[in-house]
Nanobody, 125 residues
Framework: VQLQASGGGLVQAGGSLMLSCAAS????????VGWFRQAPGKEREFVAA????????DYADSVKGRLTVSREYAKNMVYLLMNSLKPEDTAVYHC???????????????????WGQGTQVTVSS
């Protein structure tokens, strides 16, 4: 299964972006999906996750109230709407498919089976 995150770009502080996550050679349906990010010189960190049915979501404290994760079953897609962006949000954003039954480990990289190439988000001040 190959995941691909897209939709990144350069935006001014306070602006918005919508990231998308698509799967090829497999599906996102039936699986929880998480978003992580990695800034230059920093470790990859958890950003957000959504359950397989979209009934629950979780966010890192640093993004609560500004980022929203959602999914669209018909298109087998997961999205990350990013509002009120800050320069500290600058990073490469990755989506990943959580192992079945691992929701309690959603903040841990090792709980994800498949990762995609990331998309760069750059927020200028």
């Amino acid at each position: 299964v190959q995941l691909q995150a897209s939709g990144g770009g350069l935006v001014q502080a306070g602006g918005s972006l919508m990231l998308s996550c698509a799967a090829s050679g497999g599906t996102l349906s039936g699986f929880a999906v998480g978003w992580f990010r990695q800034a230059p010189g920093k470790e990859r960190e958890f950003v957000a996750a959504i359950t397989w049915d979209g009934s629950s979501t979780d966010y890192a404290d640093s993004v609560k109230g500004r980022l929203t994760v959602s999914r669209e079953y018909a298109k087998n897609m997961v999205y990350l709407l990013m509002n009120s962006l800050k320069p500290e949000d600058t990073a490469v954003y990755h989506c990943a498919r959580l192992l079945s039954g691992s929701w309690s480990l959603r903040g841990k990289e090792y709980a994800y089976a498949y990762w995609g190439q990331g998309t760069q988000v750059t927020v200028s001040s």
